[in-house]
């Protein structure tokens, strides 16, 4: 049976900037050029009202052909996506719905099998709720999109190839070929480029969030064995291999204030000799 109604439905739960709303507006623009009138829907936006929940089952009961794009997180499908699928598995109790379901997983790890789990999860869906499989995408390197729209990055070339040969397929009430399978999973660039991009973007990140300083984790607040056996303070007791740091003693001494002991500060920030009270 050739489609003519399309659903993508984008699981993403990123407020702004979201690759899975970018992929289903590629989906949807993929689907109108082959024929296919098709709408997006975005969870995050449906799950919150009556009417929103209302428009996601009428909008899955009428439609021909479902893409549901979604990150995986802790390599597995996100919580959004888990109530927008219970949600549409209670409209198909009641009426069995048309619609041929097909995933689109995305990955921000180098490697597309991390998607397996997800992939999994869907294939159950479709079997719980009587739907047929159209088959999948699994995509990696999914940050490098960033919520930019497919066709305007430059190394997702791939990625827009395979979701065009999924798209005739599915168009033409085909099975997705193998070719479009291995064009999404292809990395956009090489390992070694990928981890040094993500290390570059993580620091910035935090630079501009102020945190950068503590991205070590804190020193662990154990406490001496002669201040834990009740012996006297030792004046002028320095810990070994100690270099000043301002920072650092002013987070040592926060968190002793948090564990409930204090936690020795620098001699020269506090004015008086290191050790502990």
């Not at 289903?24 to 919150?48: H, N, P, Y």
């Not at 997180?73 to 598995?89: I, K, R, W, Y």
Request: aromatic share 6%; with cysteine; hydrophobic share 40%.
């Amino acid at each position: 049976m050739t489609p003519h109604r399309g659903l993508c439905i984008s699981g993403s739960p990123k407020p702004t900037r979201s690759t899975g709303a970018a992929r289903c507006g590629t989906w949807v623009r993929a689907l109108f050029s082959k024929g296919v009138e098709a709408t997006a829907i975005e969870l995050k936006d449906a799950l919150r009202s009556g009417d929103g929940r209302a428009d996601l089952r009428a909008g899955f009961l009428s439609a021909d052909i479902a893409v549901l794009a979604f990150p995986i997180q802790v390599d597995t499908v996100p919580a959004l996506v888990v109530e927008g699928l219970e949600e549409v598995f209670a409209a198909t109790a009641r009426r069995s719905p048309p619609a041929r379901l097909f995933a689109v997983v995305n990955s921000g790890f180098h490697e597309a099998w991390h998607c397996g789990v997800a992939v999994d999860v869907c294939r159950h869906f479709a079997e719980a709720c009587k739907l047929d499989r159209a088959g999948s995408l699994s995509i990696a390197m999914g940050g490098i999109i960033d919520g930019d729209p497919v066709e305007t990055c430059r190394l997702a070339k791939g990625v827009l190839q395979g979701i065009s040969l999924a798209a005739d397929d599915l168009a033409a009430g085909k099975a997705v070929r193998e070719r479009a399978v291995q064009l999404a999973e292809r990395p956009m660039i090489p390992l070694w480029l990928y981890t040094l991009v993500v290390t570059l973007d993580m620091h910035s990140s935090l630079v501009r969030r102020g945190t950068w300083w503590r991205r070590q984790p804190a020193p662990s607040p154990a406490v001496p064995p002669d201040a834990a056996a009740g012996a006297p303070r030792r004046p002028g007791a320095l810990v070994s291999g100690e270099k000043h740091s301002r920072r650092a003693c002013c987070w040592n001494r926060a968190q002793g204030r948090k564990f409930g002991y204090p936690l020795p500060g620098c001699w020269r920030c506090s004015g008086r000799t290191r050790g502990w009270p």
